[in-house]
């Protein structure tokens, strides 16, 4: 991690010297967090009110919230003007405590914070807000913690020098993943906020918030949803390659949304192209304009239907293990039900899936990730090549475990993602064969990953027998280091249940979760690492200069320097 100093300019409030204790509200009344528009004030920057003050309206609105039997309650309610008691019957809205602060210099410390120290204030300032969470209503929860990742959002984009540019629409500032050493401390937030619950039903995608916002959080701050293949909808025991891919995108700010997009925009191409195919008309089938079209009625539920059974054929997939959950005994009930459910409940993993089964081109290969797979994944979710993530890949005997660790370190620090290959089975029967992990930080020692399959047992070598989710010496898997599945465990039930819903993706029980920020020793993957492959972003810079060779700006036109695209025919 960068120890050089950040401009005073960039640092903005997380330089103030202020307490490390959380500032709770003194007064009784509700304390907006942000100063309200007063009947009769001019709208101010900021919420703040300008101009002369309605003292009447001022008295008004501060009455709606005293005790109609309080002695201190303003004259306007003795005249009628205000009721007694407005909330009678009913809870007055809640205040929303005001977030932590936290000064990121030491004691005595002269000059401006580091890199390091602006990183460490914040997450001791996420950990404090974490410990007011559990005390507040419910009511409360979603409000406060969306303060904490709005305020998340602000620092990692302060720390790129622009915390102070706003969307108009969200309030957020432009998107910059947050520092690895923050993820584990902002995840458990986005989980909470997430949720699900009585009446918590996300307004956007399925896997947004459930705040009644449409923000996905994961995909905003980088900060991948924890995700176990094993309660995966495809191949449970051989999916660890999208269950990370998945991980590696959202550090990258796509999401759900994003492979659902690409699916559609895919079908209707294939629609598009077969009701005009050999008519000699131009067809207009650009992504803003498959956007904008209609989905055939039940295209997308028959595509799925034909997913499945592909994913059930033996000739397709060889081994049970391969297949997906209960093929062996599904019936066509079951068949159907999972196909009029899938757009509304696959997790992010499995659309992923759906969108290697379209993808145009040869076939993509369902357990690895070195194979053309993320290339043509992203293709798919970023059709600009300029805008499209850079992927690189270091291989065992081109570099050693130092290299990849240095190279991992490098990416995320700049927003990017990474996942290693690794031998797993030691030195016993298939000790070749390779399991796939998201790397969530380089730490001293080892690294900390997310492991879609479970916790790797730290005394694990590849040049010793054994498994590396199994007791040290034993090739038997255990529940002490395997995610294990809360709904339909056994395969040939014939019904698969609930369990791959995005909702319950979403309530992990602890027993599923056990690969969860996991640190494993570096003398594991010292000699068992096959590959590995860092996915970087474009920056900014990037993206403008590619922007500037290719357009050209003609009064208000923004015209390619290479002519128009001319449409497809069709044909």
């Not at 000699?527 to 009064?555: F, H, K, L």
Request: proline share 8%; charged share 25%; with cysteine.
């Amino acid at each position: 991690m960068s120890q050089e100093a950040v401009a005073s300019s960039e640092v903005g409030p997380y330089s103030a010297f202020e307490s490390t204790t959380v500032r709770a509200p003194q007064s009784p009344l509700p304390v907006p967090l942000v100063s309200p528009h007063i009947a009769g004030a001019g709208a101010g920057t900021g919420g703040q009110p300008f101009g002369p003050v309605d003292l009447g309206a001022l008295r008004a609105a501060v009455g709606m919230y005293a005790d109609g039997d309080s002695p201190g309650n303003l004259q306007g309610a003795a005249t009628g003007t205000v009721p007694l008691n407005p909330w009678a019957g009913q809870a007055p809205p809640s205040p929303v405590p005001a977030i932590p602060t936290v000064n990121p210099l030491p004691p005595e410390f002269v000059g401006p914070p580091s890199r390091d120290d602006l990183i460490r204030a914040q997450r001791e300032k996420l950990e404090q807000g974490s410990t007011v969470v559990p005390t507040l209503p419910e009511n409360q929860r979603d409000a406060y913690i969306r303060e904490l990742l709005k305020d998340t959002a602000r620092f990692s984009a302060q720390l790129h020098g622009q915390g102070e540019e706003t969307d108009k629409n969200t309030g957020l500032p432009p998107r910059h993943a947050v520092p690895p050493g923050l993820i584990s401390t902002v995840r458990p937030l986005i989980n909470e906020i997430e949720k699900p619950g009585e009446g918590r039903t996300p307004a956007g995608d399925s896997e947004a918030a459930r705040d009644g916002t449409t923000t996905d959080w994961n995909a905003q701050l980088g900060v991948s949803q924890y995700r176990t293949q094993s309660d995966n909808l495809m191949t449970p025991e051989g999916s660890c390659n999208l269950t990370t891919l998945a991980m590696a995108l959202e550090r990258l700010g796509y999401n759900r949304a994003d492979a659902l997009r690409a699916v559609e925009r895919k079908l209707k191409r294939d629609e598009v192209k077969r009701q005009n195919e050999g008519k000699a008309v131009c067809v207009m089938d650009s992504d803003e304009d498959l956007d904008k079209m209609k989905m055939p009625d039940g295209l997308f539920e028959r595509t799925v239907e034909g997913y499945l059974r592909q994913q059930m054929n033996p000739a397709e997939n060889g081994s049970a293990y391969q297949r997906l959950r209960g093929e062996e005994s599904l019936n066509e009930a079951e068949v159907r039900r999972l196909s009029q459910q899938f757009r509304q409940n696959a997790q992010f993993e499995d659309m992923l899936d759906l969108l290697r089964h379209v993808s145009p081109g040869p076939a993509l290969g369902r357990t690895s990730m070195s194979q053309g797979v993320p290339e043509r994944i992203l293709q798919a979710l970023e059709p600009d090549p300029m805008r499209r993530p850079k992927l690189q890949t270091l291989q065992s005997g081109n570099t050693t475990w130092d290299g990849v660790r240095s190279a991992m370190s490098e990416t995320l620090d700049k927003g990017g993602a990474g996942f290693v290959s690794f031998r797993h089975k030691g030195s016993t029967d298939r000790k070749n064969a390779t399991h796939i992990i998201s790397v969530q930080n380089v730490e001293e020692g080892g690294v900390r990953f997310d492991d879609p399959y479970g916790s790797i047992n730290p005394e694990y070598r590849r040049n010793r027998p054994g498994d590396a989710y199994a007791p040290t010496g034993s090739t038997a898997r255990s529940a002490e280091f395997k995610n294990q599945v809360q709904g339909n465990a056994n395969r040939g039930d014939g019904v698969v249940g609930d369990d791959w819903k995005v909702g319950n993706a979403q309530a992990l029980q602890p027993g599923e979760a056990l690969g969860n920020s996991t640190l494993v020793p570096n003398a594991v993957h010292q000699n068992s690492w096959m590959y590995a492959r860092t996915m970087t972003p474009r920056t900014r810079e990037e993206i403008a200069a590619a922007d500037a060779e290719r357009y050209q700006q003609v009064g208000v036109l923004r015209l390619p320097r290479q002519g128009l695209q001319r449409p497809s025919t069709g044909r």
